[in-house]
């Protein structure tokens, strides 16, 4: 009996194959992009879950009075160490990290790598597995090292290197040997290994280690700079660490930390999720969202073809009823032509995927598994959206159409002709509500987007190439980086070139309370450090306020300070020149120091934060220095770079020139939106498809239903335009009521994305009216070039038509 309904069903697919395509082809879209979006945030969501005992592993994470007075991401070294030693029954593990870049040598290969220093507990706590080497033994000595798979290949093209030496440069210049005792395996992504956009780290060097480069002491409670992480003893929750957190800052912080620093543990398994404001979380509702609308839009296609097909199938299920069929049967028959439509589709689907999946991967910026890495549970959804898709999509149709009176139905007559064409049109407006939804985001995101990376940044971007150089921080270190500037500045390629700690990436090098000399420190405001020589502000493109920048005279000088503006409006004065002259302290320093300049301000990191208050330092005061920023000649950059790329093999050998351009930096700081930015493309592009595979369909029918009457009016002398407008009016009303609905719809769901910056475009009536601008010409040329057709046609044929 089941065999005969499909087989039934098989053939009615058969008698109608354009329709069937067009079903096919929507829903096929929809299942396509719903597995794509559905297995990209499954693995977003599984980061850091996949590490050994991540129900117990926490990050702490410090929030300051000031945020501008220290780092969310980093505490008080000697924090999680002291919470395993006096809370034994509350801590079973800890970790602790310390970030750096360095170059790293094998003969006549020199690369500079990402790396970090730190406890010997890494491997073992998380259950990292090496490919080569013991994880209980491989970070025990000192001046030992383990390596990522892709960094043996790197330097001795295969992976069994246990024993082999490569050398590492520290801070003063000098290289030392390391022994590889571990070659780690591939892991997953983490909050650990990879805790931000620029820190993947390749290399683990143990604690033990840390002295060569030189490093701050992780023992040192005045030093909030360690990422630091720590695994609960089974059954203990975050809050019973409260009381023993507040002790220990309170009985060894110094003053100006222990009334400043609350420290709370973040579940590793919600950091990934809930950092920067939860903007990966915020993402992937964004995501989540979009496919369903998506994939609702594909089963309303389904729904509203169907209905609009019902007339030429109103006898045949009078015959069946005459002939006994039951409503259930019919019901049923419906239902099976529905499944295996979508059956279909989702085999369709399931074979693009392989095609669509490094589109769509490189399209948001992350690799997405293949269908043979899809976890076990992910197997049966493809037959689970079968069955709901296909009774979802089937089920209306089939039970308005089985509802008909027999007598009705062998006459050919749906009683219900009134609500059939309202409920399509209720569900054409659905979906082009849906898909103004999804366009007015893509164009809010696109405009937010472009002011991230417009003229509001305070500095200017074009042109500009950073790259890390060799550390010798010491005064000889920085002298001699001075004369290497020199040089690259002389290159008739090269406008300006400057030496600093910092670029404008969101990386800072410290924070500080400055105050007015005249006020207590209670009243210090929290500032940013930022350590550059006097080229900064020209090479950037920042103007300077108010009095000068940092000179080549004053490097040293501690008593003269440089200020943003931000600054000088935190500190009460409102106009720039106002500060000049001032007299400023610094907690923690005796000194007075006068402040000198005023520099413009500028966005240092993402426009989610407001630009902090700024204090500019010479690097000669504590020769520390990380980057050349080079100001290109505009025209041929790449000519330019091959040129710097020969200066710096011979200024500043043994090092390689890893370059970066500022437009490069600023993707990175606004990684994920860049991802929701592309999404949105091709939510739009997918979006649209569906929609106008609908409307193709409904006119496609109303035309062969009406072809009687487009010959009568053409007989009667009806032009071509007025029996094309017949179809448009069919449109019009059902496009006017859904951007109404869409158009306040967008605004709340944008003005609240909006909201999560502290500098943001203001939404204007511009991407709303080009929404509905152009989704309704696109609708009516596809009306008029479906029309266009039947409305040429012969009258006298069209009269002959039954």
């Not at 929809?30 to 499954?42: M, Q």
């Not at 924090?79 to 593990?93: G, H, Q, S």
């Not at 995101?445 to 790259?467: H, M, N, P, R």
């Amino acid at each position: 009996m089941i065999q005969n309904y499909f087989i039934v069903a098989w053939r009615n697919i058969l008698k109608r194959p354009f329709f069937a395509l067009l079903n096919i082809i929507s829903i096929c879209t929809g299942i396509l992009f719903s597995l794509l979006i559905g297995i990209y945030i499954l693995g977003e969501l599984q980061v850091n879950r996949q590490l050994r005992q991540a129900k117990n592993q926490y990050f702490l994470t410090s929030e300051w009075r000031d945020p501008n007075m220290g780092i969310p991401l980093t505490t008080l070294g000697p924090l999680a160490k002291r919470l395993k030693e006096e809370y034994p029954t509350l801590v079973a593990n800890y970790f602790r990290g310390d970030y750096i870049t360095s170059i790293v040598s094998k003969g006549d290969k020199h690369f500079r790598e990402s790396m970090d220093i730190g406890d010997s507990t890494l491997l073992t706590m998380y259950g990292f597995k090496l490919l080569h080497g013991d994880a209980t033994t491989a970070l025990k000595e000192p001046f030992s090292v383990v390596v990522k798979k892709e960094i043996a290949f790197k330097y001795f093209g295969r992976t069994n290197v246990v024993g082999e030496t490569i050398q590492i440069q520290n801070f003063s210049n000098t290289n030392h040997d390391f022994r590889i005792t571990g070659v780690l395996d591939d892991i997953p992504e983490n909050s650990i290994t990879d805790l931000n956009n620029d820190n993947h780290h390749q290399l683990f060097i143990p604690a033990s280690s840390s002295s060569f480069f030189p490093r701050a002491d992780r023992e040192d409670w005045t030093i909030s700079s360690f990422p630091s992480y720590i695994e609960l003893q089974d059954g203990v929750t975050a809050k019973e660490l409260e009381l023993p957190l507040k002790r220990l800052i309170a009985q060894n912080a110094p003053d100006g930390i222990k009334e400043n620093l609350t420290v709370k543990p973040i579940a590793l398994t919600e950091y990934y999720l809930t950092k920067d404001n939860s903007l990966v979380k915020r993402m992937l509702y964004a995501l989540s969202f979009v496919g369903v609308f998506i994939l609702l839009m594909a089963i309303v296609n389904f729904i509203n073809i169907s209905i609009s097909s019902s007339s030429t199938r109103i006898k045949e299920i009078g015959i069946r009823k005459v002939l006994g069929g039951l409503r259930n049967q019919i019901i049923i028959q419906f239902l099976a032509e529905s499944v295996i439509l979508v059956s279909v589709a989702t085999v369709f689907a399931l074979l693009l995927y392989p095609l669509a999946q490094p589109v769509f991967g490189n399209l948001i910026g992350k690799p997405i598994p293949g269908l043979t890495a899809f976890p076990l549970f992910f197997i049966a959804f493809p037959t689970l959206l079968i069955l709901l898709v296909g009774v979802a999509a089937g089920f209306y149709p089939a039970l308005r159409l089985s509802a008909l009176k027999t007598s009705d139905s062998i006459k050919g007559k749906f009683q219900t002709v009134k609500e059939n064409i309202g409920l399509r049109k209720v569900l054409a407006g659905f979906q082009f509500c849906l898909a103004g939804i999804v366009m007015i985001a893509a164009f809010i995101v696109t405009e937010q987007i472009a002011y991230f990376f417009g003229q509001s940044l305070g500095y200017t971007k074009d042109y500009i190439v950073s790259s890390q150089v060799p550390r010798d921080w010491s005064p000889l270190g920085v002298q001699k980086m001075e004369t290497v500037r020199n040089e690259f500045a002389a290159m008739p390629e090269v406008i300006n070139v400057t030496l600093s700690y910092e670029i404008p990436d969101g990386m800072n090098g410290g924070q500080g309370l400055i105050y007015r000399v005249e006020q207590d420190s209670t009243q210090a405001i929290a500032a940013q450090f930022m350590n550059s020589d006097e080229h900064f502000l020209a090479t950037y493109g920042i103007p300077v306020k108010a009095g000068s920048f940092l000179t080549a005279a004053t490097a040293t000088d501690l008593t003269k300070v440089v200020i943003n503006e931000a600054a000088a409006k935190a500190m009460g004065w409102a106009n720039a020149r106002d500060a000049i002259g001032q007299q400023v302290k610094f907690s923690g320093f005796a000194p007075i120091c006068t402040v000198t300049g005023v520099t413009g301000d500028y966005h240092f990191n993402s426009m989610q934060h407001k630009i902090p208050p700024m204090v500019f330092s010479h690097v000669k005061v504590a020769n520390t220095y990380r980057y050349l920023s080079f100001k290109l000649k505009p025209g041929n950059t790449i000519s330019a770079i091959s040129a710097i790329e020969k200066k710096w093999a011979t200024l500043l050998p043994g090092s390689s020139f890893e370059y970066r351009f500022m437009d490069d930096t600023l993707k990175r700081v606004y990684k994920t939106e860049i991802q929701l930015q592309k999404a949105s493309y091709a939510s739009v592009v997918l979006s649209l498809v569906i929609v106008f595979l609908g409307v193709i369909g409904i006119v496609s029918l109303s035309i062969q239903k009406r072809t009687k009457e487009i010959g009568i009016r053409k007989v009667l002398g009806a032009s071509t335009s007025s029996i094309m407008m017949l179809f448009i009016k069919d449109f019009l009303g059902v496009l006017i009521i859904s951007w109404i609905i869409a158009c306040p719809v967008a605004w709340v769901i944008m003005n609240n994305w909006l909201s999560n910056y502290a500098y943001k475009i203001t939404l204007t009536a511009l991407p709303f009216m080009g929404v509905v601008v152009i989704l309704t010409l696109l609708t009516v040329l596809l009306i008029i070039l479906q029309t266009k057709k039947a409305a040429h046609a012969d009258p006298v044929k069209s009269l002959k038509v039954e």
